[in-house]
């Protein structure tokens, strides 16, 4: 009995020493990605200061790069997510309030945190999509920059973010890219212009682009395991022309305006519907005429 005890206390604690060898490994794998430092040259922009440019930026972010998803609709942050593995996700409060970032950063800071993904400090900035806002126009970006800097302040001191066990894992593994910083091209200047705004492909192309679709329904728009975020949201929609058969442009104003795909069924949370209902008639039927031009792609293909 007392081998037999003894074997099985050796086995248990052979098994809690790889458990911690793996934990110490994906902590100090993670951490490179998490303390690394970048030297991003300051770029300057135009920030106008007119309404009518403050209104279109209010319109961007909640509609088309959809800010408000992660930092609140007054901007002022939130926890956005709390778990033993995956940790505490906690977006900043972005207004010039207690505990906001508003009153110290300078514009070129607010230029490089959303083309770049890097903060003030030269830190990497967690699940900000700067790989997406990277293809946003200079006026565009501009208008974003001078809603977001006009937001009222707000007091809102929020607790720090915290990475649990898996999230370091798939930090560390590479299986989820958790930072834009790591996968843009830092040396390509913003774009000077957007396509005029209006119901064409061209203009339906750049909002596709510019507000995150490629990211979830993959750079072919053909659907399948969505490679960034939560990995528990479900598969992306086929939007190519295989995967829109049963839609015709009044059923995709629905599924964007309502979240219901033709035949009634609702589509997953994950897909934000709720912002998307606020673009205009212009940018829904824009991505309809672009996704119209796309290649067909069986689902899941890349």
Not at 31 to 58: F, M, N, V, W
Not at 120 to 136: A, C, E, K, T, W
Request: contains cysteine.
């Amino acid at each position: 009995m007392n081998v037999i005890l003894r074997r099985t206390g050796l086995v248990f604690g052979s098994l809690l020493l790889l458990v911690v060898l793996v934990a110490a490994g994906g902590f100090v794998a993670s951490q490179r990605h998490i303390g690394r430092k970048y030297e991003i040259a300051p770029e300057s922009i135009p920030i106008p200061t007119d309404s009518l440019s403050i209104a279109r930026g209010r319109h961007l972010v909640r509609s088309i790069s959809k800010c408000v998803d992660c930092h609140g609709e007054n901007l002022a942050g939130t926890v956005m997510q709390e778990s033993a593995a995956m940790g505490r996700w906690v977006p900043v409060n972005l207004t010039r309030g207690k505990g906001g970032v508003g009153s110290v950063l300078k514009d070129e800071d607010w230029v490089r945190a959303i083309r770049h993904g890097v903060g003030h400090d030269g830190r990497p900035l967690f699940i900000m999509p700067s790989v997406v806002y990277q293809n946003l126009s200079v006026g565009d970006l501009g208008e974003i920059i001078a809603y977001v800097k006009s937001v009222p302040p707000v007091d809102n001191e929020l607790p720090p973010l915290t990475l649990g066990p898996v999230a370091r894992g798939l930090i560390g593994s590479g299986k989820v890219t958790f930072f834009s910083v790591e996968r843009i091209d830092h040396s390509k200047s913003a774009r000077a212009l957007a396509p005029a705004e209006g119901p064409t492909a061209e203009y339906g192309d750049y909002i596709v682009h510019t507000a995150g679709c490629a990211e979830c329904h993959g750079p072919t728009l053909a659907g399948g395991k969505i490679d960034v975020g939560d990995p528990s949201w479900p598969p992306a929609a086929n939007l190519t022309p295989s995967g829109l058969k049963a839609y015709d442009e009044a059923a995709f104003f629905t599924a964007l305006r309502t979240g219901v795909r033709p035949g009634g069924s609702k589509i997953n949370e994950a897909m934000p519907w709720r912002r998307t209902k606020e673009m205009t008639d212009d940018e829904i039927r824009a991505v309809w005429l672009y996704l119209k031009t796309v290649p067909p792609r069986e689902f899941g293909a890349r």
